[in-house]
């Protein structure tokens, strides 16, 4: 296992090779609930670097708009999900993926969400999910997702 703020190699690898597909980064998450902030702020940070990102809130279904405008080859979902894992393992997950019941932190599911989105908008769409340590309202960020949050940004922005 990689150190707090770092990548595993394979996700490593896996990022920079999305990064020199055509990609559009939606974050999704409500920044007054602690790690759900991750979405949204990858989002705003990617985009202050230049890159293709958009931040959804909580409402991601309503971008289907601005979507179909971009019209990226891939989509990729950022946000904070049960994984079952230590709080800040980043995983990179094709929606098929999820279990039946996986949850972010918002309605729909986020197999719903995906499967809807790659239907509607007839791209390829995949989710980078953080392992929140904590979504208490007001609360910051934690430090395990902050730290995964540094180690996304760093491997996304062009």
Do not use: W
Request: glycine share 10%; no cysteine; charged share 20%.
């Amino acid at each position: 296992m990689s150190a707090p703020g770092s990548l595993e190699p394979e996700l490593r690898r896996e990022l920079a090779a999305l990064r020199q597909r055509d990609h559009l980064v939606l974050g999704v998450g409500n920044d007054l609930r602690g790690d759900d902030g991750f979405g949204p702020e990858l989002a705003r940070q990617l985009a202050a670097r230049g890159g293709r990102a958009l931040d959804a809130g909580t409402a991601p279904e309503s971008m289907t708009g601005p979507l179909r405008r971009a019209a990226p080859a891939l989509l990729l979902i950022a946000d904070a999900a049960e994984l079952g894992a230590p709080p800040g393992t980043l995983r990179l997950l094709d929606p098929a993926e999820l279990a039946p019941g996986a949850t972010g932190t918002h309605d729909p599911s986020l197999r719903l969400l995906l499967t809807f989105l790659a239907a509607e908008l007839s791209f390829e769409v995949r989710l980078l999910a953080v392992q929140p340590a904590h979504r208490d309202l007001g609360a910051a960020m934690s430090a395990p997702v902050a730290a995964a949050l540094a180690a996304a940004v760093d491997a996304l922005a062009p």
